[in-house]
């Protein structure tokens, strides 16, 4: 099976750019690179976006490997092709005329090293870790907001009623074995009705029933649903009875634990109900945290340091432009006084969940993380430092808020008020934490397009998911199509900036849009903890 995986060449100081593709190919040749084995992916897109924000250095070249290893511990090389940043160097895609055999070897400094192949982890075991439990909780949360009259006990019936429904004839795709283990999972269900889950206090019945509610939010869906459901009922009554290769034992029922059965639950929901979204930890994700993990450290640093100016200018002058990005390199005397904290955090969140070697792998990254623009424009408005901001069109991320939220405010403010349901829902708490909340995704899209960390097109695309969220959430009917239809206008006008910047003394959230006693009253404990200013954004990470 090929894959493809990040290499770096170092470049001697006579080796002009454009470098040539001959150089590179003679350099693989005689294995003088370094293999960055946390980047090592099945499809060359992966490696790309998984090394986008990765900085090698100004004498060092990197580009994507395509290969496949045989079982003699031998390598074969088809091509290479340039990075975000050898495009500019002169870096074309190359094919050899004859593949390349290298020798694969486990552990080595240089050349191709043994990789061991494991972005996505056993599912079925890989519940405890802090991502998938905060992600869950905050599922488990936004479903108990939702679900306010559930009735529990007829949920609870109806589970018990489908577990008779759960055979080969309903369920032809899906093997006897785990129809059986869903079936068990039912019947036994009610010895752990009392658990619960330690943060949220929802009991299993309780999320059971959640569950079942969400399964049915979308009625175009429900066999899709049906199924996951089916699937995380066998994992939660068999998960240790499978091994690393989700080989199944064929033994006894092994369940997992509480928390595993929580997560595997509501987990049922994720990608089909839009309050539910899982975050599961892979190769790549924990790759994506320590970028993280370094770039808050290097900040939290900066600004604390004696000279928080003098440490800026030197990071200023680590800067690596292309067409397409730019970047900063991090002075290694931050790197060495980072390191521990960084480390503590990283093993402290993966190592109960990845292997050792793994985790060492990708660790190894860690002189090489850059800092990104959002990261450099943080640091740049903090006090203490000379701030130089790169300026583009759009001058300050403030302003672009601003402008953000004057469009937002202005146009609700116009469809709310010329719609004859704006008045039928000024007491409907729950419809406005909905509008609310679509107001402020909305916001965070525009913060990223503005701040240039997206780019228009998949600025559309999160806010068009919001919008679609907020109408099955709000089982929207004709008279709000009006709403749902004009709302994209918006984003248009975000791009156009044709809405100059004035600040409103508190733009506030969309609560404050209506003046109306009733709403006011209403609504006051959501507006103290749902408002906020330009200059007061909430953290988008």
Known sequence: MRRYTLISIGLPRNVKSPVKNEYVADSIKKEEFFQHEAIDFSTRNAVLEAQSNWYAGPRNLMVVLEYETSADNEATIFSFSPNVYASDLGISTYYFNEPLILQVQEGRHRGLTQVHHTETLNPNQSTHTTSV????????ENLKAHYTEIDIAKNICA????????TSHNFPEIPALKLQAAQHFIQNMEAIFHEKEMITQLTIDCILALVWEGMHVNPSRI?????????????????YNL????????????????SGIINKLVDTLNGLH??????????????????????????NFIKLAPNPAKLFEEIKKLQVSTGMTVQWGIPPSILKAIAGAVMEEFYKEFEQILPKQLCEEIFAQFDYISLDKKTFNRLAEAPNTQHEVVHGKRTSIEEA???????????????????AVSQSILGDIESTRILNTLYKELLNAAKLYFFQDITFAAFKQLSGNAIQDARVLLQTNSAWEDFFTTLPSIMEEVKNCSIKPVAPKNPGSIFNFFNEKPFHQATEIEREKDSHSPREMPSFG
């Open 274 to 299: 839009p309050l539910v979204n899982i975050i599961y930890v892979t190769q790549e994700t924990a790759s994506l945290k320590l970028m993280s993990l370094v770039r808050e450290h290097t900040l």
């Open 243 to 258: 091994d690393k290769k989700n080989r199944d034992d064929g033994g006894k029922d092994k369940p997992i634990c509480i």
């Open 133 to 140: 439990h905060e992600s869950v909780r905050a599922s488990l």
């Open 159 to 166: 589970i018990k009623k489908f577990a008779k429904e759960i």
């Open 223 to 239: 066999t899709v649903a049906k199924e996951a459901f089916i699937k995380n009922l066998y994992e939660s009554q068999r998960g």
């Open 401 to 419: 808020c601003t402008q953000m939220l004057m469009l937002v405010e202005q146009k609700l403010h116009a469809l709310f008020k010329a719609s």
